[in-house]
């Protein structure tokens, strides 16, 4: 689409001050695909040159402008490290409905900064307890929580002038068994629910992720494995009305059941003796 009240596109290093009409540019998959007439300038994060995928000892970071084709060519390789948790972002990446075209050019940050519902990546950087690296126009940084970087549908915690630097995956979240159930109402449609569960197998505990169902993550998290019921009640409670998507896609009401549904068969896999 175009974007005809757009004037400008200066290179993403620039620090020219922050004003109204100014729109970090990624993969452009998102920005291009609606209308943006309050838009006047885009400022263009392709020229970073950060490595998308770095390997530490304590966990994975993914650049904001690594893409989704890079992470999961990362995750689907054979014998490299964490593979309970490279398979948890290869299920997610796979979830972004869409092309490989789409796959090659839009980016890990552009998933998590347009903030919506169905953000995949918004879901394994939740699952995975990751920290989100948010840069100023000064170059000072603050970390976020995932689980706390996206308030809303399309809405984030990124105040005026500040991006999406990297996620930073820690290597014990890595480490855990892991479980993806997904719906959505075509093979390469949209995720209308997904689910994803983390279980610690040394400490017990099991924490169960549903996107896609809610306008933002939501999360439920129990010491050990709990009982079909004790899961129930708990994303009852969770799931309140005003946090599940109601859209073309689908009734919130169905979301919230399909949440629960898929968070089941979450629970039944990880309760599994290995
Ligand atoms: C056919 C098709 C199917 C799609 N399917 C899905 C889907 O299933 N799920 C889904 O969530 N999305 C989907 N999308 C939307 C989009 O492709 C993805 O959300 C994609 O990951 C966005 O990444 P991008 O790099 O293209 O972001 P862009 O379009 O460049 O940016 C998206 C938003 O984030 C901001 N932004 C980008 N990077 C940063 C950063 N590092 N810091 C701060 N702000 C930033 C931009 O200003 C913009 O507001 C689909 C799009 C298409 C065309």
Redesign the pocket.
């Known amino acids: 689409m175009d974007l005809t009240t757009v004037r400008e596109i200066v290179d993403g290093r620039s620090r020219v001050p922050w004003r109204p009409g100014d729109?970090?540019?990624?993969?452009?998959?998102?920005?291009?695909?609606e209308p943006g007439p309050h838009l006047r300038r885009l400022r263009d994060?392709t020229t970073w040159d950060w490595q998308p995928v770095t390997v530490t000892g304590s966990g994975v970071e993914v650049a904001?402008?690594c893409t989704?084709a890079e992470l999961l060519s990362f995750a689907e390789a054979p014998d490299g490290p964490w593979p309970a948790g490279r398979a948890l972002i290869a299920r997610c990446c796979r979830?972004?409905?869409?092309?490989f075209k789409?796959w090659n050019?839009?980016?890990?940050?552009?998933?998590l900064?347009?903030g919506?519902p169905?953000?995949?990546?918004i879901s394994l950087a939740v699952a995975l307890r990751g920290t989100c690296r948010v840069r100023g126009l000064d170059g000072r940084e603050r970390t976020v929580p995932a689980a706390e970087f996206v308030t809303g549908a399309g809405l984030t915690v990124?105040r005026p002038g500040?991006?999406?630097?990297a996620v930073r995956l820690p290597a014990a979240a890595l480490a855990e068994r892991s479980a993806v159930r997904r719906v959505s109402t075509h093979p390469w449609g949209?995720?209308v629910a997904l689910v994803t569960g983390t279980h610690d197998p040394v400490a017990g505990g099991l924490t169960v992720g549903v996107t896609a169902a809610t306008t933002r993550p939501v999360t439920v998290c129990f010491r050990r494995v709990p009982s079909a019921g004790e899961l129930r009640r708990a994303l009852r409670e969770a799931l309140t009305s005003d946090l599940l998507t109601e859209d073309a896609h689908g009734r919130a009401e169905w979301r919230r059941h399909l949440a629960e549904h898929l968070a089941h068969e979450v629970r039944c896999e990880l309760a599994e003796e290995r």
């Open positions: 729109a970090w540019l990624a993969g452009g998959t998102a920005l291009f695909a994060l904001a402008t989704i979830a972004l409905s869409s092309s789409v050019t839009a980016t890990v940050g552009g998933n900064c347009a919506l169905a953000g995949a990546m990124l500040e991006l999406l630097r949209r995720s």
